[in-house]
């Protein structure tokens, strides 16, 4: 089975602070997505990539940053996090556009 | 632009009753829905899928749905829930085109109780 490691189940973090999360994925995946989910809002889209050093914006880019310098690894980047950056962030990962979505687990982070 | 609606926020159900989770999408290319569910704390699993073919979809766990053209709709159902079914479920649909990605319902809180 594909796993999608998400190297952080709960964040808190101080405003201003510079947040790294990442997600690792076993099965040499091409395609990698971060989403956040907050209730009553479902599941946005941030940004993803289609290939190593490749990201494209998704729905909701504002205050986000990706990196992608190895095909396993995509980390999302909160430049300077805020408070309403506080939301349980997920990724996933797809073998190409043919094939289904794995998501990690989330990680829930909390900007105080 | 594709979009995908789940009307109801929560649900509530006693165990062994039926249930219908209602999903509505709208899109002017073919479609491609999915359901998700995502268990307490835990990631997203994919639940079932339209791709083509056959209307009637079957998926994990005794889960099943219907994607109906003319209602627009793929809504998801079954017979007899159980406790274990508490979760929370989400209808997706795919876009188009080469780099093609999910979009997202709002999600639909299943709440079983004894």
């Known amino acids: 089975d594909v796993k999608v490691t998400q190297s952080s189940r709960y964040l808190v973090k101080r405003t201003g602070e510079k947040v790294f999360l990442e997600c690792v994925q076993d099965?040499?995946?091409?395609?990698m997505f971060w989403y956040r989910q907050d209730p009553g809002l479902g599941l946005r889209l941030i940004y993803f990539?289609?290939?190593?050093?490749?990201?494209e914006k998704g729905d909701i880019p504002e205050g986000y940053s990706v990196s992608r310098e190895k095909k396993e690894r995509f980390s999302l980047i909160l430049e300077s996090a805020s408070t309403n950056q506080t939301s349980m962030y997920l990724c996933?990962?797809?073998?190409?556009?043919?094939?289904?979505?794995?998501f990690g687990s989330g990680t829930r982070l909390t900007v105080v | 632009a594709q979009s995908v609606t789940q009307l109801d926020s929560q649900v509530p159900v006693f165990e062994e009753a039926p249930v219908e989770l209602r999903c509505n999408y709208s899109?002017?290319?073919?479609?491609?829905l999915f359901w998700y569910v995502q268990y307490p704390n835990q990631g997203l699993q994919l639940l079932l899928k339209y791709l083509s073919g056959s209307t009637l979809v079957k998926g994990i766990n005794g889960f099943e749905a219907e994607f109906n053209k003319s209602q627009t709709s793929f809504h998801l159902r079954k017979p007899s829930v159980h406790i274990s079914d508490t979760a929370e479920y989400f209808c997706a649909v795919r876009t188009g085109g080469a780099t093609n990605k999910l979009i997202f319902g709002t999600g639909t809180l299943l709440a079983v109780q004894p």
């Open positions: 899109s002017s290319v073919s479609v491609y």
């Open positions: 990539s289609y290939d190593v050093k490749m990201k």
């Open positions: 996933a990962s797809r073998l190409d556009r043919n094939y289904g979505y794995t």
């Open positions: 099965m040499d995946h091409e395609n």
